[in-house]
């Protein structure tokens, strides 16, 4: 069972069935008329809605059923099986009808709620970020030519706002160039002309990217269902019912919450769960600016410890001499 909302949605039930697989359904908190109203815009890149359209055909040839304006409510093991709970929303994600839900068989459930920009990098720099629903949550501050508010950090690509693949070259183009001006390598002039012609594909390819955006937004509506025993920090194994109390308890921003409760401090640090705490915390001081982000840390991902500290015997750990008597 394929979960969540978007294009990303359609991209992984192709995938399983060319794999081999089999998708029961696919659970989509879009309706058909939010697909309908980003057509015109997707046609700014006919390939790729055409390749859309092969994904779609391939699926409804296999004869899955898509449930637009569904969300899943809870998942149950039964036997070998899972019962995904699903039932219909409106478009604040409320739940129209709570007690006629429907349930969906499968051995799997894939849920997907969006694209996040990735800033553990820039957060790890000091560098400022501001807070932008519309380009996927939290960015780096950068101007109009990808500079950050770091002297000689140019930052370009999903990690200033999710508009897709085919934006992020020409953002990284217009970064690279600034970067070359700025080290009197490139002449103002020669500099605009080429920065023109990437703004002009730019402007294009951000239409394309933006309308899916759109399909794959996180709503910060779905929060409010979510039940008290819910997992919200899979890692650390941590409940609503453990944030909702270090909340109520005096934890004021995000930081803190994670010292409180631990969510945030596994394996994923946070690239999972963040949003979705992030949001939870916010919607009890009022803004996600009061929440704040998480500190970023290194090592960006998980490594295998050996490889911070390398190959040695015992014999090579130096002794301290012992203290004098």
Not at 205 to 233: H, W, Y
């Amino acid at each position: 069972v394929v979960a969540g909302c978007g294009p990303l949605l359609i991209s992984v039930a192709y995938g399983i069935l060319k794999s081999g697989g089999k998708v029961s359904a696919i659970i989509d908190l879009n309706s058909k008329l939010d697909w309908i109203k980003t057509f015109p815009t997707m046609i700014s890149k006919t390939d790729q809605l055409l390749k859309g359209m092969k994904w779609f055909a391939y699926i409804a040839k296999a004869g899955i059923e898509i449930y637009g304006s569904h969300t899943v409510t809870g998942v149950k093991k039964f036997k070998n099986d899972l019962n995904v709970r699903i039932a219909p929303i409106n478009k604040k994600c409320k739940l129209i009808d709570y007690k006629n839900q429907k349930i969906i068989k499968g051995d799997c459930l894939a849920v997907g709620h969006g694209l996040f920009p990735s800033t553990e990098i820039t957060r790890v720099l000091k560098a400022k970020h501001i807070f932008d629903p519309l380009k996927g949550g939290w960015i780096p501050l950068v101007d109009n030519d990808f500079r950050s508010s770091i002297p000689g950090v140019y930052i370009a690509g999903d990690a200033t706002g999710i508009s897709g693949a085919f934006s992020a070259v020409n953002k990284g183009r217009i970064a690279g160039m600034a970067a070359v001006k700025d080290l009197n390598l490139l002449s103002l002039k020669k500099f605009k002309d080429k920065k023109k012609c990437e703004i002009v594909l730019l402007k294009k390819n951000e239409k394309f990217g933006k309308a899916s955006l759109n399909l794959m937004r996180f709503r910060p509506e779905l929060i409010q269902t979510i039940t008290s025993d819910t997992i919200v920090c899979r890692c650390e194994d941590v409940s609503l019912s453990e944030v909702d109390k270090a909340i109520s308890l005096g934890a004021r921003d995000i930081n803190q919450l994670k010292a409180w409760t631990r969510c945030g401090m596994g394996p994923c640090q946070g690239r999972t769960c963040s949003e979705t705490i992030e949001t939870i915390l916010a919607n009890k001081l009022g803004n996600r600016e009061a929440a704040g982000q998480w500190t970023g840390r290194i090592p960006l991902r998980p490594i295998p410890i050996d490889q911070i500290i390398g190959k040695f015997n015992y014999e090579d750990i130096p002794i301290p001499k012992n203290a004098p008597l």
